[in-house]
C-alpha cells in the first residue's frame, strides 16, 4: 500500500515538474507549480512529517503561486516566442541528476528501510520552536518584516 | 517495494534537477523563480526524508529545518517577484537576455 | 438510551464494517473512509438543497413577498426543479478560452470546498477525518480557493471575467489572514490543532447552567465576530460579494460559465459557507454540547445542526438586509481595523489566561479589548477630510 502510493505519488510530482519546466503556454506552466507542490506535500505526509506538508500547501499553494500568477499576468506584454530550445540547459541537469544518482547508488548505507518512529505531533513542533529553536523563530520573523517592507517598497510607484 | 532512502533521494534529486532545467533553460524572469521553488522543495524532500530514517533518538531538526526553510524561500519568492515587477516597469519586457544594462 | 440516539451513527458504521470484517486491514480502512465521505457527502447536498430554497423563502419574506411556493409543499421541491433546469443547459465554452482550464476550475473549487468539511467534529466521536493538525489542515485547503478562482477568471478570456477574479482574489486574501489570527486565540488556550480537543474543552457548565463555550468570554466573542466576518468574505457573501455583483461586472469569474458548472460554483460557494459555519461553531459555539447540562438528552449532532442553521440563518439575514460594501472600504477595514483587534483578540486571550480564568481574567481581558477598540475608533476616524483619490494600475 505505502509503495503504490509512492509510485502514483512520485510520477504524478515529477510529471508536472517537467510540464512546469519545458511546457510553451505560461499560464499552464505555470498553474503546474502548485501540482508539484502538492505532490511534495504528499510525499511529507508518506513520510510523517503531515505539519510540514499543511504548511507547505498553505504558504506555497494558497500564497505563493497566487502571487506567481498574479505577476504573470500583470507583466504580460513583454512575451516573445522563446527561441528554440537550449540543449546546454539540459545537458547541464541531465549531468547533474547523473551525479547525484551516482553517488546516491554508490553510498551503501541509504539503502535502508524506515524504522519504527515515534509520530511528531504538532504539540512536539510547537515545544521545541519556543525551546531550542526560538532565536531563528524571532529571525524569521525579523527576515519576513524585512522582505514585506522591502518587497513593498520595491513595487511602489514613486510620487511625482 | 517499500521505498528506501535511496529512492527518496534519487526522486529529490530528478525533482531538483527538473528545477534546474527550468532555470537553465526559460527566458521568463518568473519561470527562472518557478524552477527556484522547485530546487526548493526537492531540497526540504530531502531534509524530511533523512529526519524519517535516522536512528533513535529521533530529534525533529529535520522537520525544523524544512519549516523554516519554507518560510524564507516564501520571502526570498515575494521578494524576486517584485523585483521582477519592478524591472519590468523599466523595460517593458520579461526575457531576461534583454537585461543587460546596469544603467537605469 | 439517549445515549443510543446519540451514537446511532456510529453503530451503523459499525454494523456495515462488519460485513468486511474478514478482509486485510487496508481494504477495512478504504472501507471506513468511504462510509465517512459518502456520508458526509449525503448530508450536505442535501443541506445544500434545502439552504437554497430557505435562502429565497427567507430573503422574500424579510422583502415581504412569498417566495418559491409552485413546485410542491410550500416550494420545498424547487431544488429539484434548478437541478433539473441546470442538468438540461447548453454548455457554453466561449471559442478562445483555455479548455483545460476553463473546466478545472469549477472542480477544483467544489472538490475543495468538499476537503474542508472532512474535518469538523459533527457529534460526540462523529469526526469524519482526524489529522493531528484538523485546523490547519482546514485553512491549507480553504486557500487553495483563491487559485481556483483565477483559473475560473483567467480561462474565460473575457475582461469582465479577469478583473472580477482580481477583485475576489484581493478580497479574500486580504480577509484570510484575519481569518486564521481570530482563531488563534482558541488554538492557544486549549493547546492543541485537533477540533475534537477544541470542542471537548468547552464541555465544562459553570454551575451546571452556563456552558464554558469561547464565545462567552470577551477574547473569544470579539474573535468570533472577526471570523463570522471574515467567513463571509471568503464566501463572497452580500454585503462582501463585490466579486460576482450582478450590476458591476456582470457575474464576475463566472460569466462564461453555463449550465451544470455555474451549479458547481454556486454549490461551491455555499460549501464553503457551510464549512466556515462548521468551523465556528466547533470553535466558539461549543461544537456539539448543549446550552443546558439537562438538555444533553437530546443527540449531539441535533444540536451541531441546530447551531450550524441559527449561524446560517444569520448569513441569509445579511444578504436581505445590507448593501454591497465598496472594494477600497473594505479593504481599509481589514487591515486597519480588523487585523488590529484580531492581534488583540491574541493578547486578550493570553491576559485570561494568566490573570486566571475565573472572573479577574474576564475582566482584565475585557479591559484590554475595550481600549484597543476605542483606540482604532479614534484613530481610524473618517470623518476627517481625505485628499483627492488617486488610482493606481498596473501597466
Keep these: 500500500m505505502n509503495s503504490i502510493a509512492f509510485l502514483v505519488i512520485s510520477v504524478l510530482t515529477l510529471a508536472a515538474a517537467l510540464a512546469a519546466a519545458t511546457l510553451r503556454n505560461l499560464m499552464h506552466a505555470a498553474l503546474c507549480l502548485p501540482l508539484v507542490l502538492v505532490g511534495v506535500a504528499s510525499f511529507f505526509f508518506l513520510l510523517g512529517a503531515e505539519f510540514v506538508g499543511l504548511a507547505l500547501v498553505f504558504i506555497y499553494v494558497g500564497a505563493v503561486a497566487v502571487l506567481i500568477v498574479f505577476t504573470i499576468l500583470l507583466t504580460r506584454r513583454g512575451v516573445e516566442k522563446d527561441p528554440g530550445f537550449h540543449w546546454m540547459g539540459v545537458i547541464i541537469a541531465l549531468a547533474v541528476f547523473g551525479g547525484l544518482t551516482w553517488s546516491i547508488l554508490q553510498t551503501h548505507s541509504l539503502s535502508i528501510v524506515p524504522p519504527h518512529i515515534r509520530a511528531l505531533t504538532v504539540r512536539?513542533?510547537?515545544?521545541?520552536?519556543?525551546?531550542?529553536?526560538?532565536?531563528?523563530?524571532?529571525?524569521?520573523?525579523?527576515?519576513?518584516?524585512?522582505?514585506?517592507?522591502?518587497?513593498l517598497v520595491l513595487v511602489m510607484e514613486e510620487k511625482r | 517495494?517499500?521505498?528506501?532512502?535511496?529512492?527518496?533521494?534519487?526522486?529529490?534529486?530528478?525533482?531538483?534537477?527538473?528545477?534546474?532545467?527550468a532555470a537553465l533553460t526559460r527566458r521568463h524572469a518568473i519561470f527562472i523563480l518557478i524552477g527556484i521553488e522547485m530546487m526548493l522543495a526537492a531540497a526540504n524532500l530531502n531534509f524530511i526524508a533523512f529526519w524519517r530514517f535516522a536512528p533513535p533518538p529521533h530529534p525533529p531538526t529535520g522537520v525544523m529545518i524544512a519549516i523554516f526553510s519554507i518560510a524564507i524561500s516564501a520571502a526570498e519568492a515575494a521578494v524576486g517577484l517584485a523585483m521582477v515587477i519592478a524591472v519590468y516597469r523599466h523595460y517593458r519586457t520579461t526575457n531576461v537576455s534583454q537585461f543587460d544594462q546596469l544603467k537605469g | 438510551m439517549s445515549s443510543a440516539l446519540d451514537q446511532i451513527f456510529v453503530h451503523a458504521k459499525r454494523w456495515l464494517l462488519s460485513w468486511v470484517a474478514v478482509a486485510p486491514s487496508w481494504v477495512i480502512q478504504i472501507a471506513s473512509s468511504l462510509i465517512n465521505i459518502v456520508a458526509v457527502l449525503a448530508v450536505f447536498l442535501t443541506l445544500f438543497a434545502l439552504i437554497s430554497v430557505m435562502e429565497r423563502k427567507i430573503l422574500a419574506r424579510m422583502q415581504n413577498r412569498y417566495g418559491p411556493n409552485r413546485v410542491g409543499p410550500f416550494g420545498l421541491f424547487q431544488p429539484v426543479a434548478d437541478g433539473i433546469k441546470m442538468l438540461i443547459k447548453e454548455d457554453i465554452v466561449p471559442a478562445r478560452a483555455d479548455k483545460v482550464v476553463h473546466f478545472l476550475a469549477p472542480v477544483i473549487l467544489a472538490a475543495v470546498a468538499i476537503l474542508t468539511l472532512g474535518v469538523i467534529p459533527y457529534g460526540r466521536n462523529m469526526t469524519p477525518f482526524t489529522i493531528d493538525g484538523g485546523i490547519l489542515f482546514f485553512f491549507a485547503v480553504g486557500s487553495t480557493t483563491e487559485l481556483a478562482v483565477f483559473m475560473a477568471g483567467w480561462a474565460s478570456n473575457n475582461k469582465f471575467s479577469m478583473l472580477g477574479a482580481m477583485r475576489a482574489i484581493a478580497q479574500m486574501f486580504s480577509y484570510e489572514l484575519p481569518l486564521i489570527?481570530?482563531?488563534?486565540?482558541?488554538?492557544?488556550v486549549v493547546g492543541s490543532l485537533m477540533p475534537d480537543r477544541i470542542v471537548a474543552a468547552q464541555g465544562e457548565y459553570?454551575?451546571?447552567?452556563?456552558?464554558?463555550?469561547?464565545?462567552?468570554t470577551p477574547w473569544g466573542f470579539t474573535a468570533f465576530l472577526l471570523f463570522f466576518i471574515s467567513g463571509l468574505v471568503e464566501s463572497n457573501r452580500t454585503p462582501f460579494d463585490v466579486p460576482e455583483g450582478e450590476s458591476e461586472i456582470v457575474a464576475g469569474h463566472m460569466t462564461e460559465y453555463s449550465g451544470f458548472k455555474y451549479a458547481t460554483f454556486f454549490m461551491a460557494e455555499y460549501l464553503g459557507m457551510f464549512a466556515v459555519s462548521g468551523l465556528a461553531v466547533t470553535m466558539f459555539l461549543g461544537g456539539w454540547h448543549a446550552p443546558v447540562r439537562v438538555l444533553e438528552v437530546v443527540p449531539s449532532y441535533v444540536w451541531f445542526f441546530l447551531k450550524l442553521s441559527a449561524l446560517l440563518f444569520v448569513y441569509i439575514w445579511l444578504r436581505a438586509t445590507l448593501p454591497r460594501i465598496r472594494v477600497d472600504q473594505m479593504m481599509n477595514v481589514a487591515w486597519k481595523f480588523i487585523l488590529p483587534m484580531a492581534f488583540t483578540c491574541v493578547i486578550a486571550a493570553a491576559v485570561w489566561h494568566y490573570?486566571?480564568?475565573?472572573?479577574?481574567?474576564?475582566?482584565?481581558?475585557?479591559?484590554?479589548?475595550?481600549?484597543?477598540y476605542s483606540a482604532l475608533s479614534i484613530l481610524l476616524d473618517t470623518r476627517r477630510k481625505f485628499a483627492p483619490r488617486v488610482y493606481r494600475f498596473a501597466e
Design chain 2, 1 to 21: 517495494m517499500t521505498p528506501t532512502l535511496q529512492l527518496f533521494l534519487i526522486i529529490s534529486a530528478a525533482l531538483f534537477s527538473i528545477g534546474l532545467l
Design chain 1, 124 to 151: 512536539k513542533i510547537g515545544e521545541t520552536l519556543m525551546t531550542g529553536y526560538v532565536w531563528p523563530l524571532q529571525c524569521v520573523g525579523l527576515l519576513l518584516t524585512a522582505a514585506l517592507i522591502g518587497a
Design chain 3, 206 to 216: 459553570t454551575l451546571g447552567i452556563v456552558p464554558r463555550w469561547f464565545v462567552f
Design chain 3, 355 to 372: 490573570a486566571g480564568r475565573g472572573l479577574r481574567g474576564w475582566l482584565w481581558s475585557l479591559f484590554v479589548i475595550v481600549v484597543v
Design chain 3, 181 to 188: 489570527i481570530a482563531v488563534l486565540p482558541v488554538v492557544m
